[in-house]
C-alpha cells in the first residue's frame, strides 16, 4: 500500500503543543502535512471567510513539522489547503489535538471539529481528536497513540461520504483508560450566562461564565469520558430535524402564504 | 392573550436594511426587541466569544426600534441577551432577515441560522429567515410577511425543544409565489477553490470562488427556491450520524487501546 498522506489541522494553531503531538504520532504511518490557523481560533464554530482574502505562509521545522500557517480558521484552512495549496488530495484529514474535550454541545462551538467536518464536505475521511484537559502541559500521549490508530483504521475501512469522527480522550494515563466506546452525541448543555463588569471609565462588559450540566445517558459522549473510556462518535452535518418534518406535514403551512 | 415578546438578531449587524424590514413586520403581532452583533458578522458559523469579554451598546430608533448592539457573533448576541440584557424571557428568537438564501451546505456556515440556534439551545422557540438575493436593495416585503405569519405559527404551536426553522424565501413578488414547502436540508454544494493573486510586494493571497451544484431531490430547501416556493426546514443541532454508529457496532473498535 502506497504510504497515505495525511492534512492535519487545529483551532488552537499550528504551533500548540497539541497539533505537534499529533504531527508526531501520525508521521509513523503516513506522510503529514500541517494546514492550521496562524493564531488561535477556538469557538469559531464552522466559519469561514467570505469578506477577505486569505493569506498563508509556509511553515517548516526541520524536515518533521511541514506545512502552512493560514490567517483564518480551520475550516478555512482545510478548504484552502486542498483545493490549492497542497499538490496533491489527502487521504484524510485529522484535526487536534484540541486541548480540552469538544462532546455534546461544544461540537456545535467547535473550530476542531469544523476543520474535520471541511474534510468532510470536501468528500474526505476526517478525524477530530480531543483531550479533556485545557493544559497546554498536559500529558497527550494516549491521545496521540490513539489518533494514530484511529487514523490507521479509517484509512483500511473508508468513512461513508460526509461523515466524520470526533474523538475524545479522557485526561487519564494509559493504564486508566477503560476501553474505547461508539457514543452519540450528548445532550449535556451549559447553564450559563455572564458576569458583567464596570470598566475604569463607568462603561458595562461581559464575560462568558457557566456552569456545564452532564447529559446522564450512558450512550453518549460525556458518559463515555465519566467512565475514562475514549470516546467515539460518528458525526454528519445535515441537520434536518426528521420528526418535525413529520408533524409539520399536518400544520397545513400553505395557507400561510394565502393568508396574505 | 398577553402579547408576546420576540427577541431579533441578524448576522448582518443591526444596522441592515433586513433586520428593520423584520421588526416593522414583527412588531403588528408582538413587542420586539433586537439584540444583534454591532458589525456585519456572515459566514461566522456557530461561533461564540471565549477568550475575550462582550461589549453591547443601546440602540433606539424612535420608539419602533430598540435593543442592543454587541460587538460580538449572532450566537454571543442571543445568549448575552437573554442571560443578560432583557429583563425578561423572550417568547421567540427570529433571526434575519438574510440578504441571501441559507439552505443546504450554507446552513451550517450561516450566522443567521446560528442566531436561531442559540435560542433554541436556551429553550426558546426560533425561526432564521433568509431571502435569496444579496442585494440590500432587494423587495422584502414578500419576507417579512411571511416572518409574521410563520412566528404567529410558532407562537401559537410551540416547537419541540431543541428544534428551529429555517425559513427561505424566494426573490420574487407576492403574486408569482407558488406556495410554501416544508423541507430538508438540501445536499448541493460549492464546488470551490480559491483563485491566487500576487500583491505588490510579492506575496500571494487567495480569494474564495466557487460554484453552487444543486441537490436536485425535489424535498429539499433549494429545489422549493427554484420552484419559486417558500421553504420551512425544520432543524436540530444534534449530529450523530446513526447510520455510522449502527456499522461501527461492527468495528470492535476497543482492541484499538488494548493494541497500545
Redesign the interface.
Known amino acids: 500500500m502506497k504510504r497515505p498522506y495525511i492534512l492535519v489541522s487545529n483551532d488552537d494553531g499550528y504551533d500548540s503543543p497539541g497539533i505537534y503531538a499529533l504531527v508526531m504520532s501520525l508521521r509513523r504511518i503516513a506522510d503529514v502535512v500541517v494546514v492550521a490557523p496562524a493564531t488561535?481560533q477556538?469557538?469559531?464554530?464552522?466559519?469561514?471567510?467570505?469578506?477577505t482574502?486569505?493569506?498563508?505562509r509556509p511553515i517548516e521545522r526541520g524536515k518533521t513539522f511541514t506545512g502552512w500557517a493560514v490567517e483564518g480558521t480551520p475550516?478555512d484552512s482545510v478548504?484552502?489547503g486542498v483545493?490549492?495549496l497542497l499538490d496533491r488530495r489527502p487521504d484524510l484529514v485529522v484535526s487536534g489535538i484540541n486541548h480540552g474535550m469538544n462532546t455534546s454541545?461544544n461540537?456545535?462551538?467547535s473550530g476542531t471539529v469544523?476543520a474535520a467536518?471541511e474534510g468532510a464536505?470536501l468528500g474526505i475521511p476526517a478525524i477530530a481528536i480531543s483531550h479533556a484537559s485545557h493544559s497546554l502541559k498536559s500529558d497527550l500521549r494516549v491521545a496521540a497513540?490513539?489518533a494514530r490508530?484511529?487514523a490507521k483504521?479509517v484509512l483500511e475501512?473508508g468513512?461513508?461520504g460526509g461523515?466524520l469522527l470526533n474523538v475524545n480522550v479522557p485526561n487519564v494515563s494509559?493504564d486508566e483508560?477503560e476501553?474505547?466506546?461508539?457514543t452519540?452525541?450528548g445532550?449535556s448543555?451549559w447553564d450559563?450566562?455572564?458576569e458583567?463588569?464596570r470598566d475604569p471609565v463607568g462603561?458595562?462588559?461581559?464575560?462568558?461564565v457557566g456552569k456545564y450540566v452532564w447529559d446522564e445517558n450512558p450512550i453518549v459522549d460525556d458518559a463515555a469520558l465519566r467512565k475514562n473510556m475514549?470516546s467515539?462518535?460518528?458525526?454528519?452535518?445535515?441537520?434536518?430535524?426528521?420528526?418535525?418534518?413529520e408533524?409539520?406535514?399536518e400544520?397545513d403551512?400553505?395557507r400561510?402564504?394565502k393568508?396574505?
Open positions: 488561535q477556538s469557538a469559531v464554530g464552522h466559519a469561514i471567510t467570505v469578506q482574502p486569505l493569506r498563508a475550516a478548504k484552502l483545493s490549492t454541545i461540537v456545535i462551538y469544523s467536518t464536505i497513540a490513539f490508530k484511529i483504521e475501512r468513512l461513508p461523515t494509559a483508560i476501553g474505547v466506546a461508539v452519540t452525541q445532550r448543555w450559563d450566562g455572564f458583567t463588569r462603561r458595562d462588559y461581559y464575560w462568558l475514549i467515539v462518535t460518528p458525526l454528519h452535518y445535515h441537520l434536518t430535524d426528521q420528526r418535525l418534518f408533524i409539520m406535514q400544520w403551512i400553505g400561510l402564504h393568508k396574505q
